[in-house]
């Protein structure tokens, strides 16, 4: 019964701002979908299609109401190998099989995992994307008429300053409409959405991919299946944990990555390519008032209409109108705090994040970026926790027996401080390792005390391993060899 009333509410908590953000985030979408077409290196209607129909289905079976999925430029730059070799077709089996993977990826929850981002890889993840949405305009900002610069000038002041009239109307959408209607009326020369390609005047028809099923297909499909797959799930999910943030709201992942499948398959059957989660089209839903599903449904609905019925009055849409938008968008996805942190902030953390940024700007590949800034932090983590870890030495009054003592945790990058701190070949007749202040965590702590004490009994010393807590002497018992693991170790209390 929760789940149905939370369902409800996210369709029609507030259906006039739902409709209107809707619309303006249909506008953004078709520029990138032609471009993202242009990437893959397939006709303008496969992105536009795969816009509608993912932007449409992601509505009822998406995880993150106010979120808008559709084609993108990070799914785009992994087809064209494949278009490029065996046509367009594959493409859409692909996809098809892609959704798959996503679904599975759902049901095995493994959208848990975004628990190991650290915030750091999210700032430098978010300023990234925004240096890339700004860097895109670029074609639209160099060798254009003069007049396009003063659009686009304009459309920024109506977009920042019709929210101090009202908010009643989202200030993107009335950008639009004005600087179409400058356009038109002063015959400015400039380009238009009819000058990106060609636009698809029929709805897209339902057929399954026309590919021959056999091994052989499934071969050349699957490497490119599984990274889509997982480049479209990464990108969502850091997507979904930005709009949680934006909104206050929290969304189930696992839900989110079975919905991305679905939404995925449908487009293929339906004409279009895979996408994803857009972070800039779902921050000016989320800025210009969206906070549920019925945002995403128009923003889907809507550019069909205005495909098929609208079409006339959409190609004389100045694209200086489109870009104006988009750079808001940059403007306002940049963690512009995150520059004054840089010097307050731990150095691992903006190491980590500016390595993030760095790459993804450098490569264009939003999963590259995140890999590195995971990896980084992970590295950093690990150096951290490992300087937790001390030996310290005790000798006997009778100079015979030395006691060590371990303490913190112990784990693949402290096991070797274990190792160095212990000296086995000096001149004694026992050596006590005390490890009741310790923590075994992995094989590597199992490996380093096994090594030690074989080369104190090569040296012809008694060691004695005390003070195990049950979990490190489990481990032992399991991994250990038995000489460590018996007699020689006594497990604390």
């Not at 299946?225 to 930005?242: D, F, N, P, Y």
């Not at 849409?317 to 731990?346: E, G, Y």
């Not at 000096?426 to 380093?448: K, M, N, T, Y």
């Not at 018992?477 to 209390?493: K, L, M, Q, Y």
Request: charged fraction near 10%; charge should be neutral.
């Amino acid at each position: 019964m929760t789940f149905v009333l939370s369902y409800t509410r996210a369709w029609w908590a507030n259906p006039r701002v739902e409709v209107l953000s809707g619309i303006v985030v249909a506008l953004a979408l078709i520029p990138e979908a032609i471009g993202f077409s242009v990437i893959a290196g397939v006709d303008p209607k496969v992105g536009l299609y795969a816009s509608v129909v993912i932007a449409c289905v992601i509505a009822f079976t998406g995880g993150r109401p106010a979120m808008v999925s559709a084609a993108t430029a990070s799914t785009a730059v992994l087809m064209t190998g494949l278009v490029h070799d065996h046509g367009v077709q594959y493409l859409f089996a692909a996809t098809i099989l892609m959704g798959v993977f996503q679904i599975v990826a759902g049901l095995l929850h493994l959208g848990r995992l975004m628990r190991f981002v650290s915030q750091s890889v999210m700032t430098g993840f978010v300023n990234a994307l925004a240096i890339l949405i700004f860097l895109a305009q670029m074609p639209q900002l160099t060798h254009v008429p003069p007049a396009t610069y003063g659009l686009i000038a304009l459309g920024l002041a109506i977009i920042y300053g019709f929210p101090r009239l009202t908010k009643a109307v989202p200030s993107p959408l009335v950008a639009i409409a004005v600087l179409t209607i400058v356009t038109v009326v002063f015959h400015l020369d400039v380009r238009r959405v009819a000058d990106l390609g060609a636009l698809p005047s029929a709805l897209p028809s339902f057929g399954l991919p026309q590919v021959p099923w056999t091994f052989e297909t499934l071969r050349i499909l699957t490497p490119v299946a599984l990274t889509l797959a997982a480049v479209g799930l990464l990108e969502s999910l850091l997507t979904a944990q930005i709009v949680d943030d934006m909104t206050d709201t929290a969304s189930p992942k696992s839900r989110e990555c079975v919905g991305q499948g679905f939404a995925n398959m449908a487009s293929a059957v339906f004409g279009g390519m895979g996408g994803c989660a857009m972070i800039g089209q779902s921050v000016i839903n989320v800025s210009s008032g969206g906070r549920g599903r019925l945002s995403t449904l128009v923003a889907g609905a809507f550019l069909l209409v205005l495909l098929v019925v609208l079409q006339d009055l959409l190609a004389i849409v100045p694209v200086a109108a489109l870009t104006a938008v988009m750079i808001m968008v940059s403007i306002n996805t940049f963690a512009w705090r995150s520059l004054a942190q840089l010097r307050s902030n731990p150095l691992p953390s903006s190491v980590v994040m500016l390595a993030t940024v760095g790459t993804v700007v450098a490569t264009a590949d939003l999963a590259r970026g995140v890999l590195v800034g995971v990896l980084l932090s992970g590295v950093f983590f690990a150096g951290k926790v490992s300087r937790l870890s001390r030996v310290s030495s005790v000798l006997s009054e009778d100079g015979r027996t030395r006691t060590y003592l371990v303490e913190g945790q112990v784990f693949f990058a402290s096991a070797g401080t274990l190792a160095e701190s212990v000296d086995v070949s000096e001149p004694l007749d026992r050596l006590v390792i005390d490890l009741q202040d310790a923590h075994f965590w992995d094989i590597s702590a199992v490996g380093a005390l096994d090594k030690l004490v074989y080369k104190a009994r090569r040296q012809g010393r008694i060691v004695e391993v005390i003070g195990l807590n049950q979990a490190s002497a489990t481990l032992m018992e399991r991994f250990g060899t038995p000489d460590t693991a018996g007699p020689a170790t006594v497990p604390h209390g």
